[in-house]
């Protein structure tokens, strides 16, 4: 038996920025249609090709006018044309005015639009209106480019595209857009004890077995990172199993998402595989719940390069923090964006925690109605239920207690999972 002392474990920041040195961003890119291109990462910067608004147009309804005409409320003037969106008028004279509709071009003359409950009909003049109002210059009108000049980089390259920036695109006329590939991930569990729900009822579960929840979370994570996924099932606890499932993940795939097996157990057969295959960077983080963390690299067979590989603890919240917090980031970085880590809040604790642990903790606490967090009784790695109560985590360093009233970092699940 070795005397041997360990090598302390890597702090969660240490591990990220060691993790993130590995990962370059995609390349390759593909076109679009725009309606499909939710959730995408743009390829390239979008310059505008026009400006947005294309012509000064009204932003409401009522009356173009020249301001010369208006130097005192109670002057009225004739309606000389009507201008609905989609048309354009003619140049507006001295002593005229035009009606106008949300979205019509201002007329060659006019500085200011009237909203239509400034005006009045005048009864004795036929076709004219009187005003209660001076106008401000300007006033209520949409000035050509205010939103977007022609030439100016509307959307940047590694921007991930959702409803608005898609309008936005639109807007410059873009029925395609240009986007990176999405990150193909291989993922399997490993596990002799791990059943399918379905495939067995929950009576008739042989002893020792257990549903297979890690496998359900992992994927809808993935998917909502805008993934493609391979699901490559359950792997038996053989080193050969996870050998062959790791050689044939590795051709197709840029990462490898395992969880199970990168514990130190005789049964735990990642590491080693892993390292016959490739190489391991990183193992074991200082951190609660998520302390067996695995992030190496595995050689492609048929191919050049090398998919990169990140095994997961086999326990549920593990699985999911490790998830949030290191999965996250590497995939934001693989797509071209930010990989930014999750806005904190302070938030005053309602409730105590008196055992400080050597390493970083997550909590999972809920904010109530006085604007607190109440912290979910049991935090133990394997019950998932605190996941499913909780709204978000403090976060509490390594050797810290907690008191009720204290000001903590709390970061919403929100952030991660939107």
């Given at each position: 038996?070795?005397?041997?002392?360990?090598?302390?474990?890597?702090?969660?920041?240490?591990?990220?920025?060691?993790?993130?040195?590995?990962?370059?961003?995609?390349?390759?890119?593909?076109?679009?249609?725009?309606?499909?291109?939710?959730?995408?990462?743009?390829?390239?910067?979008?310059?505008?090709?026009?400006?947005?608004?294309?012509?000064?147009?009204?932003?409401?309804?009522?009356?173009?006018?020249?301001?010369?005409?208006?130097?005192?409320?109670?002057?009225?003037?004739?309606?000389?044309?009507?201008?609905?969106?989609?048309?354009?008028?003619?140049?507006?004279?001295?002593?005229?005015?035009?009606?106008?509709?949300?979205?019509?071009?201002?007329?060659?003359?006019?500085?200011?639009?009237?909203?239509?409950?400034?005006?009045?009909?005048?009864?004795?003049?036929?076709?004219?209106?009187?005003?209660?109002?001076?106008?401000?210059?300007?006033?209520?009108?949409?000035?050509?480019?205010?939103?977007?000049?022609?030439?100016?980089?509307?959307?940047?390259?590694?921007?991930?595209?959702?409803?608005?920036?898609?309008?936005?695109?639109?807007?410059?006329?873009?029925?395609?857009?240009?986007?990176?590939?999405?990150?193909?991930v291989a993922l399997f569990s490993t596990g002799d004890e791990l059943v399918m729900p379905g495939?067995?009822?929950?009576?008739?579960?042989?002893?020792?077995?257990?549903?297979?929840?890690?496998?359900?979370?992992?994927?809808?994570?993935?998917?909502?990172?805008?993934?493609?996924?391979?699901?490559?099932?359950?792997?038996?606890?053989?080193?050969?199993?996870?050998?062959?499932?790791?050689?044939?993940?590795?051709?197709?795939?840029?990462?490898?998402?395992?969880?199970?097996?990168?514990?130190?157990?005789?049964?735990?057969?990642?590491?080693?595989?892993?390292?016959?295959?490739?190489?391991?960077?990183?193992?074991?983080?200082?951190?609660?719940?998520?302390?067996?963390?695995?992030?190496?690299?595995?050689?492609?067979?048929?191919?050049?390069?090398?998919?990169?590989?990140?095994?997961?603890?086999?326990?549920?919240?593990?699985?999911?923090?490790?998830?949030?917090?290191?999965?996250?980031?590497?995939?934001?970085?693989?797509?071209?964006?930010?990989?930014?880590?999750?806005?904190?809040?302070?938030?005053?604790?309602?409730?105590?925690?008196?055992?400080?642990?050597?390493?970083?903790?997550?909590?999972?606490?809920?904010?109530?109605?006085?604007?607190?967090?109440?912290?979910?009784?049991?935090?133990?790695?394997?019950?998932?239920?605190?996941?499913?109560?909780?709204?978000?985590?403090?976060?509490?360093?390594?050797?810290?207690?907690?008191?009720?009233?204290?000001?903590?970092?709390?970061?919403?699940?929100?952030?991660?999972?939107?």
């Amino acid at each position: 038996m070795s005397t041997a002392p360990r090598a302390p474990l890597m702090s969660l920041d240490d591990a990220l920025q060691a993790l993130l040195a590995r990962i370059s961003p995609l390349t390759e890119a593909e076109s679009v249609a725009t309606f499909d291109a939710d959730g995408r990462v743009l390829a390239e910067d979008l310059v505008s090709a026009l400006q947005v608004p294309a012509f000064d147009n009204s932003s409401m309804d009522g009356y173009a006018v020249r301001r010369a005409d208006l130097l005192q409320p109670g002057v009225a003037l004739r309606v000389t044309q009507r201008i609905a969106a989609g048309h354009t008028g003619q140049p507006l004279q001295a002593g005229q005015t035009a009606r106008i509709f949300t979205g019509a071009p201002v007329p060659e003359g006019a500085d200011a639009i009237v909203m239509q409950e400034q005006a009045e009909p005048v009864p004795e003049v036929p076709d004219a209106v009187r005003f209660s109002v001076v106008p401000e210059p300007g006033q209520w009108i949409r000035r050509s480019g205010e939103d977007i000049r022609q030439g100016q980089t509307a959307l940047h390259r590694g921007q991930k595209l959702g409803p608005a920036e898609l309008g936005l695109a639109a807007s410059l006329g873009l029925a395609h857009l240009p986007v990176l590939r999405r990150p193909r991930v291989a993922l399997f569990s490993t596990g002799d004890e791990l059943v399918m729900p379905g495939d067995v009822a929950p009576q008739d579960m042989p002893p020792g077995s257990i549903y297979n929840s890690n496998r359900f979370f992992l994927r809808t994570l993935l998917h909502r990172m805008g993934c493609e996924v391979s699901d490559l099932g359950i792997v038996p606890d053989r080193r050969d199993a996870t050998v062959a499932a790791l050689k044939t993940a590795a051709d197709h795939h840029d990462l490898i998402l395992t969880s199970g097996g990168v514990s130190v157990g005789e049964e735990d057969h990642v590491k080693p595989a892993v390292q016959s295959l490739g190489e391991l960077n990183l193992w074991q983080i200082a951190m609660k719940p998520g302390k067996p963390f695995a992030y190496g690299q595995v050689r492609r067979q048929t191919a050049e390069g090398v998919a990169h590989f990140v095994g997961l603890p086999g326990n549920p919240v593990s699985s999911y923090m490790t998830f949030l917090l290191l999965v996250r980031p590497l995939l934001r970085q693989l797509q071209g964006m930010a990989a930014s880590s999750p806005r904190t809040q302070r938030l005053p604790a309602h409730f105590a925690w008196p055992k400080a642990d050597k390493r970083r903790e997550f909590l999972r606490v809920r904010r109530n109605p006085q604007g607190g967090l109440d912290l979910f009784p049991n935090q133990s790695s394997g019950v998932l239920t605190s996941v499913v109560w909780a709204d978000g985590v403090v976060d509490n360093p390594g050797g810290q207690t907690i008191e009720p009233g204290q000001l903590v970092d709390f970061w919403p699940f929100s952030e991660c999972l939107a």
